[in-house]
């Protein structure tokens, strides 16, 4: 009976892990979309400042449609702030801007990954004990114990 309620606790406490796994899983996986975003952004800004003034370009506007246009000033852009907020800034600022935000997500997400491990880590010894508690309650030898 002992071993059976050790043997239910120890299933709750790798599936408490698992789901926070997957949590932790859903989170990096929108830091990665989010950063892939930014780092395409800051790309786009670098060429767009070093092209030449009148050259035609296709602006993206949705469902892999295009419009043509041309380009009229490659010292400024309007960048989001958040919160439906934009600024009309200078593109080398705001580059600068996103690199800031690129370092300050891949900081983040590297954090995250460190975590992810760390707690697949804690996942693997609780999968291992509850093997364990799962012989030991079915009456076979476990780990360390004489056959």
């Not at 979309?33 to 930014?38: A, C, N, P, R, V």
């Not at 670098?46 to 035609?56: F, H, M, N, Q, R």
């Not at 702030?81 to 997500?105: F, K, T």
């Amino acid at each position: 009976m002992a071993e059976e309620v050790g043997l239910r606790q120890a299933v709750d406490a790798l599936e408490a892990t698992r789901a926070q796994l997957d949590a932790l899983a859903r989170r990096e996986e929108a830091l990665r979309f989010s950063l892939q975003e930014y780092t395409s952004a800051r790309n786009t800004m670098v060429e767009y400042k070093d092209t030449s003034i009148g050259t035609e370009i296709l602006v993206p506007i949705g469902a892999n449609s295009f419009l043509f246009a041309q380009i009229s000033d490659v010292e400024r852009c309007i960048v989001g702030l958040g919160a439906e907020v934009a600024l009309d800034d200078g593109i080398e600022s705001a580059i600068e801007r996103l690199d800031n935000r690129i370092r300050q997500l891949t900081t983040v997400q590297e954090d995250l990954l460190r975590r992810i491990a760390a707690m697949e880590g804690q996942a693997n010894d609780q999968a291992a004990l509850v093997q364990e508690t799962y012989e030991r309650a079915q009456g076979e030898p476990g780990e360390g114990e004489g056959v």
